[in-house]
């Protein structure tokens, strides 16, 4: 079987397809990768157990998309460049099956004539269908652009698999075509690192992402601001891509905070084993929109006391459903606060959420579902 994700930067799909290729594996698939550049030929789990072919021979194209100068919308573009080249590889491995998580249209486009059986996973909530993206000119533009571009070609796809109940729902009554909900296999089940959290010592509250409005980090900062008024020892400890002089442009009247009271890491695969060995996390969430959101749920299966701080997040639903804790205004006092995180911290909420939400995505239960529903 093929499998294709084309990707830059640092995203939660690379774990989740480093799995489905485990997965894969196991059903008894010889699981190769293509790869549009050199995007898994550096990722080592992939490089070393399995085979991989590359769209890309010159070292200077290898390059497209290291930087995010164009929004990494060459890279997008470049795939397009390749198609015939793809479409070359589909016809020489005469795959049983072939899987997109990423860059799917053009993997459908390639696979026209040779018409083998396709699985599209979907990666996220689709833009053109999210009622809270910022909208402009040119994104209402390149939102019927992509409309049109998944009408003609996710259509021809065999499978669609989707994240959560909400995409499959809406996205399969965008296509007018069966969807499912396949969770990402995110975490082995004999994983059982879970955090130590110490109501009596400093709150080390946590933020996961990118600087971005989906994040939300103003409403992370405002919470934060006002929280250290009754917890003045506390720190946010930021991790991901994002720095501290990007923030400082974008929200100058926090820079006293960001430059005093906030912690910046750049991204690290195993940035958790250094949370819950190192901190005493209080993980915060503001996200616009999420799709449930890996970081979210890698926290919840650590059993880390989670905040969701946006109530017009409508992803929350997905979380409160089961009993996670929202705080979305921006009230604070002392009592407030220590209800709160209390209520968060409750050892019987942490193992449910870890229990009843976060082992949806365990690669067990992801085998289960694929063997039984597509009888791979």
């Given amino acids: 079987m093929l499998m294709w994700s084309p990707f830059r930067g640092n995203i939660g799909t690379v774990a989740a397809v480093k799995n489905y290729a485990k997965i894969y594996s196991e059903l008894g698939y010889d699981v190769v990768f293509i790869e ?36 990494r919308r060459d890279y997008f573009i470049y795939q397009f460049f390749r198609l015939r080249k793809l479409s070359k590889i ?35 909530f689709p833009r053109f269908l999210n009622r809270q993206a910022p909208s402009n000119l040119y994104y209402k533009l390149e939102d019927q652009v992509r409309k049109c ?11 669609i ?11 399969g009554s965008f296509l007018n075509k069966d969807t499912a909900f396949i969770p990402n296999p995110l975490f082995l089940e004999n994983n059982n690192l879970s955090a130590r959290f110490d109501s009596s010592k400093t709150f080390d509250f946590i933020f996961i ?9 103003d409403i992370i ?26 923030l400082i442009l974008e929200f100058p009247d926090y820079e ?14 195993t940035f958790w084993s250094n949370v819950l060995e190192e901190l005493n996390p209080v993980h915060l969430v503001a996200s616009q929109w999420e799709d449930p959101g890996h970081a979210i749920l890698e926290g919840l299966w650590y059993r880390v006391p989670t905040l969701f701080l946006n109530s017009e997040g409508d992803y929350t639903n997905f979380y409160l459903q089961y009993g996670a804790v929202l705080h979305g205004d921006l009230k604070w006092d002392n009592e407030i606060l220590k209800n709160v995180i209390c209520r968060a911290a409750d050892e019987k909420l942490r193992l449910h959420l870890k229990d009843e939400v976060a082992s949806q995505f365990t690669v067990q239960n992801v085998k289960l579902k694929l063997g039984e529903l597509y009888y791979v």
């Fill in 221 to 246: 900062l405002s919470n934060f601001s006002k929280i250290l008024a009754y917890r003045p020892e506390s720190r946010l400890h930021f991790f991901g891509d994002i720095v501290s002089s990007d």
């Fill in 36 to 71: 549009l550049c050199d995007e898994w030929s550096t990722v080592e789990a992939i490089s070393k157990s399995y085979r991989i072919v590359s769209l890309t021979r010159f070292k200077v194209f290898k390059n497209i998309g290291k930087t995010n100068f164009l929004r």
């Fill in 161 to 171: 698999l989707c994240m959560t109940p909400k995409t499959a729902r809406e996205l």
């Fill in 149 to 159: 571009v998944w009408k003609l070609t996710y259509n021809r796809l065999d499978k």
């Fill in 90 to 124: 589909f016809d020489e491995e005469q795959p049983d099956l072939i899987i997109s998580f990423l860059g799917i249209a053009p993997a459908v486009i390639a696979n026209y004539f040779q018409n083998a059986k396709h699985f599209g996973s979907i990666q996220g």
């Fill in 256 to 269: 006293a905070i960001i430059r005093e009271k906030c912690v910046f890491y750049e991204y690290s695969e």
């Fill in 209 to 217: 992402g990118r600087n971005s409005y989906q994040k939300r980090v």
